[in-house]
């Protein structure tokens, strides 16, 4: 199972900026699919997921400006972020806790990160 995260760029304050992570290979079924984040000098932090029950859940800090959704045919999960600010700079990873099998239990995986850079 790999994980492609992509979407990340520079962007304006108050400037919005959607990521995507698409997942690939064996996959049969999953608990959670979403995103963590890790600023400069600070510890990777929960963003917001998407759990396979449809419920969501998103750090305070995005609450509001951030929408995490999925798309089940093609397995991609998407991060909508409005409303950017300079304290959302990071690299933004995808993270899935995924079964690659019937009768495999799951695990977490990780993607590559994506550079978001918010900055006038």
């Known amino acids: 199972v790999q994980l492609q995260a992509s979407g990340g760029g520079l962007v304006q304050p108050g400037g919005s900026l959607r990521l995507s992570c698409a997942a690939s290979g064996s996959i049969f079924s999953y608990n959670y699919m979403g995103w963590y984040r890790q600023a400069p000098g600070m510890q990777r932090e929960l963003v917001a997921l998407?759990?396979?029950?449809?419920?969501?859940k998103y750090a305070d800090s995005v609450k509001g400006r951030f929408t995490v959704s999925k798309d089940n045919a093609n397995s991609i999960v998407y991060l909508q972020m409005n409303t950017l600010r300079p304290e959302d700079t990071a690299v933004y990873y995808c993270?899935?806790?995924?079964?690659?099998?019937?009768?495999?239990?799951?695990?977490?995986?990780w993607g590559q990160g994506t550079l978001v850079t918010v900055s006038s």
């Open positions: 998407f759990y396979s029950t449809g419920l969501t």
């Open positions: 993270h899935a806790d995924l079964s690659p099998g019937r009768g495999i239990h799951s695990r977490a995986y």
